[in-house]
């Protein structure tokens, strides 16, 4: 009877080793199908199975920073005119494009933020650990992913989240690091090749962004100024 509600899927007397293998297997199918897919193949690389050793500790790791770095690479390579697929999390950025370009979607254009204030039935089904390291929001910090090192600058999306958005900081260069890969490295020790990345990712309690919410989001005089100069004023029309 035991192995018949086994080979059956049932997991009332599965032991605790069982339960473990299984967690472990649906974290890899997650990590491999939904958060970092490979665009070539539908393999997950051998790097994140030591992540997994330790259940007790998975939650330890910082993984939507390490999906965002992901992404931004994917994104960076798909610009090349040879590129002809793309990897990374793509529910991410569809969701990104439909909630912050309406043609695509017909969503309403509103901070993040503010379905939560105007919509409490929507507050209420999220749940907590959505707002976990939230902190992590708005910093300016590196992103990390083994051999993958990306620049989050939070001071370009405080807009997103109802604050008021003062002049940037002059974007942050990584050099080569950013076209790095794993090929031929198989005896390189990322953490010691990325480590002062790694050490300015430790300080980012102290890369916060000054956060001033406001319902009135309208440029500054000063900012419109910076971006004539920085920007392309021709996309608003001239």
Not at 24 to 48: D, S
Request: hydrophobic share 40%.
């Amino acid at each position: 009877m035991e192995e018949e509600e086994r080979e059956g899927g049932g997991t009332v007397n599965a032991t605790e080793v069982e339960l473990m293998c299984t967690a472990r297997a649906y974290i890899m199918h997650i990590i491999g199908g939904v958060l970092m897919p490979n665009a070539n193949n539908n393999r997950v690389h051998l790097q994140y199975l030591p992540l997994l050793a330790d259940l007790h500790n998975v939650r330890s790791y910082s993984w939507g920073s390490a999906v965002l770095a992901m992404l931004n690479c994917e994104l960076c390579r798909t610009t090349k005119p040879v590129a002809v697929d793309i990897g990374g999390y793509l529910l991410l950025l569809q969701s990104w494009a439909f909630y912050w370009m309406p043609f695509l979607a017909s969503v309403s254009h509103q901070p993040y933020v503010c379905p939560l204030i105007n919509r409490p039935e929507i507050a209420a089904i999220i749940p907590s650990s959505a707002y976990v390291d939230s902190q992590l929001w708005c910093i300016n910090a590196p992103i990390i992913n083994f051999n993958v090192v990306e620049w989050y600058h939070g001071d370009r999306v405080l807009r997103q989240f109802s604050c008021i958005k003062y002049i940037p900081n002059p974007p942050m260069q990584v050099g080569k690091v950013h076209s790095f890969n794993k090929r031929g490295k198989h005896g390189s020790h990322w953490g010691v090749v990325h480590q002062k990345y790694i050490t300015v990712w430790d300080n980012q309690m102290a890369r916060r962004l000054q956060m001033d919410m406001s319902s009135y989001l309208q440029p500054s005089l000063k900012y419109i100024q910076w971006y004539s100069s920085m920007g392309k004023p021709y996309l608003l029309g001239g």
